[in-house]
């Protein structure tokens, strides 16, 4: 059986990857040595907090051959960040293959922001999302409510004599 948002689904798995993904990993590589990313904490930063709020976005609206370029670009940035935490002082001019990986992240993050942003934006502002989020408060209010009568009652056996 094919999929039924294939691109949807793409992008909100690779955005879960990136949203998971460690900052110190990225800006102190395993096989950096003494040599560091912390200049990219800002754009790290910036793109992890972005694909968080990919993944808490709700794309029942939006069709999703419309969501195609940002899964691509989402992969595109997910293999950008597996090179820089691949990074290796020993393989050439360490420099220099910074430098590009720094340029190739920041151009795929451009590109992915290009692609991605309005859909985020639709995500958590359309009706749908907005009902969806009134939905889990509703919930997390019947939840904590269910919390708090469990700790009365608890609180008056524990009273009674």
């Given at each position: 059986m094919a999929e039924i948002n294939p691109n949807r689904t793409k992008l909100l798995l690779l955005a879960n990857e990136i949203s998971g993904m460690s900052i110190d990993s990225l800006i102190h590589p395993a096989k950096a040595g003494s040599f560091d990313f912390e200049s990219a904490r800002p754009l790290l930063e910036?793109?992890?907090?972005?694909?968080r709020e990919v993944v808490s976005?709700?794309?029942t609206s939006v069709p999703d051959n419309l969501l195609g370029e940002a899964a691509n670009t989402a992969e595109s940035v997910t293999g950008s960040l597996k090179e820089l935490q691949k990074f290796d002082i020993k393989s050439g001019d360490p420099n220099q293959n910074s430098s590009s990986i720094r340029s190739r992240l920041f151009n795929d993050w451009q590109q992915a922001f290009h692609h991605t942003a309005h859909f985020v934006s639709f995500g958590h502002l359309s009706p749908a999302a907005i009902s969806e989020r009134i939905e889990q408060i509703k919930a997390l209010?019947?939840?904590?409510?269910?919390?708090a009568k469990r700790q009365r009652r608890a609180t008056r056996q524990k009273s009674r004599p």
């Open positions: 910036g793109i992890i907090g972005f694909y976005a709700v794309y209010n019947q939840s904590i409510a269910a919390d």
